[in-house]
């Protein structure tokens, strides 16, 4: 006689339903149960205190005091502590673009600030406008992102850190 639709669905929730008490009462094996008077094993990470699961660490939020490719923190600019120089941003500057003259003052009105591995300067020219200029890698190999007056460009509303961007006001 077969089974009606109704009956089946019946019997197959019990059978179900008698399975998982069966399997859900045997617990743990004897052979995976610890020994009386044996060592339990530890985790071999201590916990943290910040409720961050081990081997997880945050960024680090200030610049690494050292090495010539460190980078600061991509979230705020802050000052690039000579990493690059002023110096070495108007020199790159001078030799990539015709935005400075080839001689005449340059003064600084803000220093480098860096946010990861981009960077923010503000230079006075006399008879100018302040001069915005960002660029961008290790001190030694700066490149020149934009320059001017108005230096919130796509590249740098879509690419620059937002330490950058802030800074700016882009």
Known sequence: MPLRPTRFLAALA???LTGTVLLGGC???PELQPKPGAPVPQPSTPATSTGLP?????PPTVPPSTGPSATFS?????LCQGRPSADQVISTLRHTTSILPGSGTVTVVTQPM???????????VTGREPLQVVTKGAP???TVVTAGTDICTIEVRNFAPAGIRLTAGC
């Open 54 to 58: 081990p081997g997880f660490s945050m």
């Open 27 to 29: 617990g743990v094996p």
């Open 74 to 78: 991509e979230i705020t600019a802050t």
């Open 14 to 16: 019990a059978a179900g």
């Open 114 to 124: 860096c946010a990861g591995t981009w960077q923010y300067t503000v230079l006075s």
């Open 140 to 142: 030694g190999k700066l």
